[in-house]
Nanobody, 127 residues
Framework: QVQLVESGGGLVQPGGSLTLTCAASGSTLDDVTIGWFRQAPGKARVGVVC????????RYADAVKGRFTISTDNAKNSVFLQMNSLKPEDTAVYYC????????????????????WGQGTQVTVSS
C-alpha cells in the first residue's frame, strides 16, 4: 500500500514558477510509475507527466513539454514537479499517483492505470 501526499501548490502570476512535491510512504519508489495529473474545473483529469523508476523513462504531455520537469529524491522517497513559465490554463488541482504496473502514459482516460492517489494540491495562475 502506497500513501501519497502532494504539497507546494498556491497562487502564482503568469510566467511564474512553482515546485510541487509528492511524498510517498508505505513503500519505496522502486518498481513503480509515478504520474502527475491535473484537473481543471469542469474538465476531465489528464496525465501531464510520468516517471518510471525501473528505467527512468519520462514522458510529458505536449501542453507542458519544455516548461515542466519531473525529478526524484529516492532518499526522501519523493517526486517533484518543477513548473516554469506558468500560464492561466495551467490552473488546476494537481495530483500525483502511482502505477505498480509501470505503464508510464500521459493524456486523457488513463486514471484507471494508477492505483494510488494523493489528495491533490491547488495551483492557480492568475494576475
Amino acid at each position: 500500500q502506497v500513501q501519497l501526499v502532494e504539497s507546494g501548490g498556491g497562487l502564482v502570476q503568469p510566467g511564474g514558477s512553482l515546485t510541487l512535491t509528492c511524498a510517498a510512504s508505505g513503500s519505496t519508489l522502486d518498481d513503480v510509475t509515478i504520474g502527475w495529473f491535473r484537473q481543471a474545473p469542469g474538465k476531465a483529469r489528464v496525465g501531464v507527466v510520468c516517471w518510471r523508476s525501473r528505467d527512468a523513462t519520462i514522458r510529458y504531455a505536449d501542453a507542458v513539454k519544455g516548461r515542466f520537469t519531473i525529478s526524484t529524491d529516492n532518499a526522501k522517497n519523493s517526486v517533484f514537479l518543477q513548473m516554469n513559465s506558468l500560464k492561466p490554463e495551467d490552473t488546476a488541482v494537481y495530483y500525483c499517483a502511482a502505477d505498480p504496473q509501470e505503464r508510464c502514459r500521459v493524456g486523457y482516460g488513463i486514471e484507471n492505470e494508477y492505483d494510488y492517489w494523493g489528495q491533490g494540491t491547488q495551483v492557480t495562475v492568475s494576475s
